[in-house]
């Protein structure tokens, strides 16, 4: 039978019709590179020859270093057993070349990733600096996404669950068998069973193959140097549709029609003038957290810093000056003679400034005169003490500040509500606003910019406005945080929320502490590119704010556009080129007969050259949304 089927294809150049299912969907033979009946003759020949159900493995898992776990320390019976969302079967000689496997099948009810999970836990200790690999294949065999894979995450944490996690990478796998990689690095020690692995399938209905699993300890390998599948996101694609219709609303809510008009002193049109425009300004804000000592410190590395925040940026926040125990002088290294001449400082260089934060609501973020007083019978006075404190810290900064993060993660940090009740959410808001009329006052959180990923944070930061607006808070605006680890959201995702909180609450929005906190370069440029292309496409957008740029000053170091060296990393490229190319209009040209001129330009001031006969007017002009007639330059007598 075998030798009619090939003499079959190669007679008729072409396979026979039945076998063709029994193709793997990756086999392609180019016509003019190979008859395609000789081709399929080969293809048949190595499907016979390899049993069914088992893929040869082109990739191997490496077998060197020290082994942590393996795919037999998964604890099938317990946490890792089946469960209302999932079942677990064994499949003996399932994997590549025969090795065992684990069918992981999740049911419609796993909406969430860690609802189906397999969990092992580490048999020896690692050191601080090590570096681990995890390697598993993986397959899908069932899946209800419209992309035809299956979703897998990776999930190493210590047996305490600090955050951040040691590794979270998030992988798409579909029918064929793919060989998951993802090196790391230990950032501390862990005594043996201390490091957790957890691989999270929880993604919807879809079934996943995995084999083969190892965690290893490669000492001082270079990561560089160990395999690596890059982990992703929907929409990363280059020619992704979600992003050529973001970049179309840019094109028209971001920027506006500019037309200037030159006469003379008599009024009369200036024909054939030199017109050149360069924007000095941009409207919508680009900005990042600060260090007030760099912004008054007088040495070459301060000085460095304040030329490339100059550069880079028209909008900054303090990091931690502003939080109510520093500004109480309980942190050392701090003053508040130092941060107001920060404050000046960035007021006098055209900074537009944010102030965070009023009250974070937690009793560990709160001063220890305040925290003295709880259990006691001056815990009253505590409500009294915060309203005190928003009118100190509002007067002393209100030359400086054009807005506020009133609250800060209530979400998580709700104490000073469950000790007096809600509505002294509503008190703080309407003691700043008396203080600060026109100021937008801002609610701020986390885990608030991704409504498929985090549904009830995004509910309650929804209710917590809508609380604060019905009870009459003049609630200016909404916070979101948008600190993004190895597990980014999709743009759309992002884009789905924005028009949700547009919709319910009509506020505007600022991303007020963006970073991408994952070892890959590529993934941090991409999702930094893509991110910020969402949110500059987005009405409801005011503003995106960094958590930091220099490695030297940032909470994650690796998540810093520039190096400790200011060396640009491949983000901080994609975000320079934006900012000071894409989205920054320069343009020359001749006035016409009735002397008009006329481009379209990103709103912001502008630096306008008229040029006639060998002389140069030079002025600025400010480029708004809603400007309806041309800018009008008049020439002075003799010009």
């Given at each position: 039978?075998?030798?009619?089927?090939?003499?079959?294809?190669?007679?008729?150049?072409?396979?026979?019709?039945?076998?063709?299912?029994?193709?793997?969907?990756?086999?392609?033979?180019?016509?003019?590179?190979?008859?395609?009946?000789?081709?399929?003759?080969?293809?048949?020949?190595?499907?016979?020859?390899?049993?069914?159900?088992?893929?040869?493995?082109?990739?191997?898992?490496?077998?060197?270093?020290?082994?942590?776990?393996?795919?037999?320390?998964?604890?099938?019976?317990?946490?890792?057993?089946?469960g209302?969302?999932?079942?677990?079967?064994r499949?003996?000689?399932?994997?590549?070349?025969?090795?065992?496997?684990?069918?992981?099948?999740?049911?419609a009810?796993?909406?969430?990733?860690?609802?189906?999970?397999?969990?092992?836990?580490?048999?020896?200790?690692?050191?601080?600096?090590?570096?681990g690999?995890?390697q598993?294949?993986?397959?899908?065999?069932?899946?209800?996404?419209?992309?035809?894979?299956?979703?897998?995450?990776?999930?190493?944490?210590n047996?305490?669950?600090?955050?951040?996690?040691?590794?979270?990478?998030?992988?798409?796998?579909?029918?064929?068998?793919?060989?998951?990689?993802?090196?790391?690095?230990?950032?501390?020690?862990?005594?043996?069973?201390?490091v957790?692995?957890?691989?999270?399938?929880?993604?919807?209905?879809?079934?996943?193959?995995?084999?083969?699993l190892?965690?290893?300890?490669?000492?001082?390998?270079?990561?560089?140097?160990?395999?690596?599948?890059?982990?992703?996101?929907?929409?990363?694609?280059?020619?992704?549709?979600?992003?050529q219709?973001?970049?179309?609303?840019?094109?028209?809510?971001r920027?506006?029609?500019?037309?200037?008009?030159?006469?003379?002193?008599?009024?009369?049109?200036?024909?054939?003038?030199?017109?050149?425009?360069?924007?000095?300004?941009?409207?919508?804000?680009?900005?990042?957290a600060?260090?007030?000592?760099?912004?008054?410190?007088?040495?070459?590395?301060?000085g460095?810093?304040?030329?490339?925040?100059?550069?880079?940026?028209?909008?900054?926040?303090?990091?931690?000056?502003?939080?109510?125990?520093?500004?109480?002088?309980?942190?050392?290294?701090?003053?508040?003679?130092?941060?107001?001449?920060?404050?000046?400082?960035?007021?006098?260089?055209?900074?537009?400034?944010?102030?965070?934060?009023?009250?974070?609501?937690?009793?560990?973020n709160?001063?220890?005169?305040?925290?003295?007083?709880?259990?006691?019978?001056?815990?009253?006075?505590?409500?009294?003490?915060v309203?005190?404190?928003?009118?100190?810290?509002?007067?002393?900064?209100?030359?400086?500040?054009?807005?506020?993060?009133?609250?800060?993660?209530?979400?998580?940090?709700?104490?000073?509500?469950?000790?007096?009740?809600r509505?002294?959410?509503?008190?703080?808001?309407?003691?700043?606003?008396?203080l600060?009329?026109?100021?937008?006052?801002?609610?701020?959180?986390w885990?608030?910019?991704?409504?498929?990923?985090?549904?009830?944070?995004?509910?309650?930061?929804?209710?917590?406005?809508?609380?604060l607006?019905?009870?009459?808070?003049?609630?200016?605006?909404?916070?979101?945080?948008?600190?993004?680890?190895?597990?980014?959201s999709?743009?759309?995702?992002?884009?789905?929320?924005?028009?949700?909180?547009?919709?319910?609450?009509?506020?505007?929005?600022?991303?007020t502490?963006?970073?991408?906190?994952?070892?890959?370069?590529?993934?941090?440029?991409?999702?930094?590119?893509?991110?910020?292309?969402?949110?500059?496409?987005h009405?409801?957008?005011?503003?995106?704010?960094?958590?930091?740029?220099?490695?030297?000053?940032?909470?994650?170091?690796?998540?810093?556009?520039?190096?400790r060296?200011?060396?640009?990393?491949?983000?901080?490229?994609?975000?320079?080129?934006?900012?000071?190319?894409?989205?920054?209009t320069?343009?020359?040209?001749?006035?016409?007969?009735?002397?008009?001129?006329?481009?379209?330009?990103?709103y912001?001031?502008?630096?306008?050259?008229?040029?006639?006969?060998?002389?140069?007017?030079?002025?600025?002009?400010?480029?708004?949304?809603?400007?309806?007639?041309?800018?009008?330059?008049?020439?002075?007598?003799?010009f």
């Open positions: 039978m075998l030798y009619e089927l090939i003499n079959s294809a190669v007679a008729n150049d072409r396979p026979p019709p039945k076998l063709v299912a029994m193709l793997p969907r990756s086999c392609f033979f180019p016509r003019r590179l190979v008859p395609v009946g000789v081709a399929f003759a080969f293809v048949l020949i190595a499907l016979l020859l390899v049993r069914p159900g088992h893929a040869a493995a082109a990739e191997k898992i490496r077998t060197d270093g020290q082994t942590l776990l393996e795919q037999k320390d998964f604890d099938i019976a317990g946490k890792s057993g089946s209302p969302d999932h079942e677990i079967r499949l003996a000689s399932g994997g590549p070349d025969g090795i065992a496997a684990l069918r992981v099948i999740t049911h009810g796993a909406d969430k990733p860690w609802k189906a999970q397999l969990r092992a836990t580490s048999r020896f200790p690692v050191a601080k600096g090590d570096t690999l995890v598993f294949y993986a397959r899908a065999t069932d899946t209800s996404h419209e992309s035809g894979q299956a979703t897998v995450r990776i999930n190493l944490q047996a305490a669950g600090q955050y951040p996690r040691i590794l979270v990478a998030q992988f798409p796998v579909d029918r064929d068998w793919r060989l998951i990689s993802a090196p790391f690095a230990f950032r501390q020690d862990h005594t043996a069973g201390d957790i692995l957890n691989l999270d399938f929880g993604y919807g209905k879809q079934a996943v193959d995995v084999a083969g190892r965690l290893s300890n490669q000492g001082n390998t270079p990561m560089a140097s160990l395999p690596r599948t890059r982990a992703s996101y929907p929409g990363q694609a280059p020619d992704a549709p979600w992003r219709a973001a970049l179309a609303r840019i094109e028209k809510i920027k506006g029609d500019l037309a200037l008009v030159v006469t003379d002193a008599a009024g009369q049109p200036v024909s054939g003038a030199s017109i050149r425009i360069d924007q000095t300004a941009h409207a919508f804000r680009f900005g990042t600060v260090s007030a000592d760099l912004l008054v410190a007088d040495s070459g590395e301060a460095k810093y304040r030329e490339m925040l100059g550069r880079l940026f028209n909008a900054a926040s303090l990091e931690n000056d502003l939080k109510w125990p520093v500004w109480a002088g309980e942190w050392s290294g701090y003053d508040r003679r130092r941060t107001l001449e920060a404050l000046a400082w960035l007021k006098e260089n055209g900074f537009a400034v944010r102030g965070h934060v009023m009250v974070w609501p937690g009793w560990k709160l001063p220890e005169s305040v925290r003295r007083l709880r259990g006691t019978a001056d815990e009253k006075r505590i409500s009294g003490l309203l005190e404190h928003i009118r100190d810290i509002g007067a002393a900064t209100k030359p400086f500040i054009s807005e506020w993060d009133v609250l800060n993660e209530p979400y998580s940090n709700h104490d000073l509500m469950d000790a007096f009740g509505s002294v959410m509503v008190d703080w808001f309407d003691e700043a606003s008396r600060l009329p026109g100021v937008p006052l801002y609610l701020n959180d885990g608030n910019h991704d409504q498929s990923n985090e549904p009830d944070h995004v509910r309650h930061f929804e209710e917590t406005a809508r609380y607006l019905d009870h009459g808070a003049k609630l200016g605006g909404l916070g979101l945080q948008c600190h993004i680890g190895g597990l980014p999709s743009p759309e995702a992002l884009l789905a929320t924005l028009d949700r909180y547009r919709e319910t609450l009509g506020l505007p929005v600022r991303v502490e963006f970073d991408v906190n994952t070892d890959d370069d590529e993934l941090r440029a991409d999702y930094t590119r893509d991110f910020l292309i969402a949110m500059f496409s009405p409801s957008v005011a503003g995106v704010q960094f958590w930091g740029f220099w490695a030297g000053r940032h909470w994650l170091p690796k998540a810093a556009l520039y190096g060296d200011w060396t640009e990393t491949p983000a901080g490229a994609v975000y320079r080129e934006l900012y000071q190319q894409t989205w920054h320069r343009d020359a040209g001749l006035t016409d007969r009735e002397g008009r001129w006329a481009t379209r330009g990103f912001g001031r502008y630096n306008v050259e008229v040029e006639r006969d060998g002389k140069t007017q030079v002025l600025a002009i400010a480029h708004e949304p809603g400007e309806t007639g041309p800018y009008r330059v008049v020439l002075p007598p003799g």
